[in-house]
């Protein structure tokens, strides 16, 4: 981590600059989430050629090319989560906190990528909703932070990838991590090395539909019951 990504912020934040003055929004857009997943696979690659980690991913890539619109939500037991998934699906536009923005290790790869704050809400309503609209995928962690651990295998969903789904029509594919080690989770210091190798599995459910006359509330607790029986 030391050596790698600060090598990769600095070729991203080069090319970043180059493409934006000779691309137009959108093709600035596909080169930084190209260029980002390249970056997140290469890196999940060495951590798994050096036994760190041991990821089961079948299910996650036979998904991969699938087309938008479409809604990617997953559990968030750990930090990495969001790169698991990226490496393989690439072409999509992550929600992310907005205090994440803040890193600069994250800043400029998620911007370069078109990722969409979480805060102003209405704002990141309205920049999803328009990347879905022209066929987007997103990917959005429906419990807003990590799993806390006295919350059992997830904490409680938030309203908005309900909301999402339901204003954009778009279909929920629900991914579930889930691993043997509480590394990179809420309260473990990174520091904090585990016994290795980690293993990871990542699997993925049927599609899932707002029903036409379901709530939003009702829909995001319908979704929080399917992770949870998943999960459990």
């Not at 493409?19 to 890196?43: N, Y």
């Not at 990226?86 to 992550?94: D, K, L």
């Not at 704002?123 to 909703?129: F, G, Q």
């Amino acid at each position: 981590m030391v050596v790698f990504w600060p090598l990769a912020v600095i070729l991203l934040v080069i090319l970043s600059l180059i493409s934006g003055v000779f691309l137009d929004r959108g093709a600035h857009r596909k080169l930084g989430q190209q260029a980002l997943g390249k970056a997140l696979g290469t890196f999940i690659a060495a951590l798994e050629f050096l036994r760190i980690i041991q990821v089961s991913d079948d299910d996650l890539k036979n998904y991969a090319k699938m087309p938008g619109p479409l809604i990617i939500a997953c559990n968030h037991p750990a930090l990495w989560d969001a790169a698991l998934v990226i490496r393989r699906f690439v072409r999509v536009t992550c929600i992310m906190k907005q205090n994440l923005l803040e890193n600069p290790f994250l800043r400029n790869g998620a911007q370069f990528a078109g990722f969409i704050p979480n805060s102003p809400r209405l704002k990141m309503i309205r920049l999803a909703l328009e990347r879905m609209a022209g066929g987007g995928r997103l990917l959005i962690f429906p419990e807003g932070t990590r799993t806390r651990e006295e919350n059992g295998p997830i904490n409680p969903f938030l309203p908005g990838v309900a909301l999402l789904a339901n204003q954009s029509g778009a279909a929920i594919l629900p991914v579930f991590i889930s691993s043997n080690s509480r590394y990179l989770q809420k309260g473990w210091p990174i520091w904090r090395m585990p016994p290795l190798p980690i293993s990871i599995s990542i699997r993925v459910g049927g599609l899932i539909r707002t029903g036409a006359d379901e709530t939003v509330r009702d829909f995001s607790k319908r979704l929080e019951g399917i992770f949870r029986n998943e999960l459990s």
